[in-house]
């Protein structure tokens, strides 16, 4: 089976094109902006543009707009090939990066919105413990972590924090889609909000 990974929740953007388990192509672009612009052609880039049975998307939490871009361009493929289409949490990608040299443990700590941080825990087998959420750094800080803590913001929290911990940059790459395990694959296609829209639609 062929399968594409979409990755565009943060600041980077994505994609891998596998086939039985082995990486055909793939290319990770750290853009800020743009990602609506840079997706479709690089998904064209990719062999045979990127076909697949299956799509796997990320849901968030992240970019507002780079999900929901993510999304729409994985669902308008699925129709026109015919593919199934599921998606994946954006913060246990990072722990399955994360585990990848060791499967241990490991926090999530991404970058959220309005100054927040987006911290999660994860068990040895790539699990999450408990829902993700979106905090203050001093908040987050207080909550504690493991001993392995990877992300955006690993290393801000690992600093802030007096106990022994080891702090990594990770970034999502479509490309690590499969370390993922199956159990965080869902076929409820919706984004994952770090938090409630500011705006509201008037009653």
Known sequence: MRILAIETATEACSVALFEDGVLLAGEHRILGRGHAEQ?????????????AARIL???????????????????????????????????????AIGRQSEPVPVTVCMTGGHGEWLVQDFSADGLPQADFASLQ?????????????VGTKASELSTSLSTETVGST??????????????????????????????RLPS
């Open 39 to 51: 997706l479709v052609p690089m998904i064209g880039a990719l062999p045979d543009h990127g076909q």
């Open 57 to 95: 998307v990320s849901l968030g939490p992240g970019s507002f707009t780079g999900v929901r871009i993510g999304i729409a361009t994985a669902r308008a493929l699925a129709i026109a090939w015919n593919a199934e289409v599921l998606g994946y949490p954006t913060l246990a990608l990072v722990a």
């Open 170 to 199: 990770v970034i999502p790459d479509a490309r690590n889609v499969l370390t993922l395990p199956t159990e965080v694959l869902t076929s409820g296609i919706a984004p994952i909000y770090a938090r409630p829209p500011d705006a």
């Open 137 to 149: 750094p001093d908040v987050a800080t207080s909550r504690g972590a493991h001993k392995v803590i």
